[in-house]
């Protein structure tokens, strides 16, 4: 890049560190752009993803990335630490890019286009470090973003088509042309008479039901149609429209841990890359909020195992991060589980931010978060054992629901542990974070996702 401009290392440089960087910084949670907050109510679109179908438009606010060449499988087999082997042209992957310590940077979906040609799609973390070593490596590739973030000027649409009802709207709206497409394979067919695809990796899952829905997806110029023909198809069935308050809480019920921070702001070996960053990137801009503390920026930082990759890193080859990996493949490691929050807690805390005159941290309705990387202490006697991250309120399980990681020794079914809530020292007083007073709630932990009531 330009040497001229500032980066994201220059930022760092002028805040003191990356702390003080990533807790000052204005940006609050991760956004949906361009969608509704709500289509009909939350809630009710909450219910339609277990009891019929919903819909979300995903074109707005993710970024792809487009790399086509010779050496795209090389590419990637170096910086991702899965298997690749039998990925190609309608196969979908999981992308874990890790720094060259083996802690995790993000992770994305690759979607195959060719056996020459692929898109990553995620949150801006990972297909900008691909995108880096793309450039660095001198990999015979040729690299195509998709800087349309936020408006409807992108190559493409991408709609979520989820629930009990989703495939055979799906099949509908496709007039038989739909094949059976299997677990993170895509398939090609035709809605209204326009080529599309569709990855099969389910948003939200069903208890009993293996197949949920598809991800659809084709260029930006049949947008329109596809949509209406989905809508059409799905009139019978249920089918409801997803704004941006219920589609905040979908990454719960399938066990995502989004936005653990990106293993980029320290270490010598990632300056080059802190240094080819600009400081208008997502990664000079994201916050980091909540109450657990450190003064270590390592401390916030994962490895596969706390997200529950462990069991599909690839160790017998060499990829970046691959040697730290091998080393800490034996050590004791966090582990990703679910947090159920104690109701009676969350109501006296949702009451006290509301009308208390020693107010805690407000409690917004479904999605709670307040920082793009949320870091709540999870405590046993006292004591740190986790953090807990991404947090939603769920109509189908009644309650909230969060994702942490735990201490492995500390993990068992219903053991109760407890959440601070809220900042010390009365808050960060950054945009969003109000002046507040921390709170302790008690939440049980969970291996596998709460169920959904009846």
Known sequence: MNATLPTLEDKIQQAGGPLPMLRSARYG????????PEYSTWVEEQVAWKKTALFYDLSFHMLEVYFKGPDLLRLLEDVTANNLSNFGKNRGKQLIACNHDGYLIADAILFGLEDDECVVVGTPFAPNWVSYQAQKGGYDVEVTRDEGIGTYNRKGFRYQVQGPNALEIIRKAS???LPEIKFFRIGEFTISGHPVR????AMTKLPGVEDTGLEIYGPVEYRDEVKAALFAAG??????EGGAL???????????????LPAIYSSDQMQPYREFLPSLAP????????????????????TPWDVGYGKVIKLDRDFIGAEALRAAADRPHRRKVWLRWNSEDVTQTWARSLFSDSPTKLFSVPNPIYST???DAVLVNDTVVGASTWTAYSRNVRGFTSMGMIDEDKVRDGAEVTILWGEANGGSHRPHVEPHVQIPIRATIATSAPEWQS
């Open 29 to 36: 949670r991760y956004e949906f752009p361009v969608l509704e």
């Open 175 to 177: 007039a038989g042309t």
């Open 198 to 201: 569709a990855l099969n990796h």
């Open 235 to 240: 009139e019978e069935f249920g089918l409801k």
């Open 246 to 260: 219920s589609y905040s809480t979908t990454g719960v019920p399938d066990g995502w841990l989004p936005l653990p």
């Open 283 to 302: 990664e000079a801009n994201i916050s980091l909020g909540g109450s657990f503390a450190s003064d270590n920026i390592e401390d916030y930082y994962v």
């Open 373 to 375: 990387c949320q870091y």
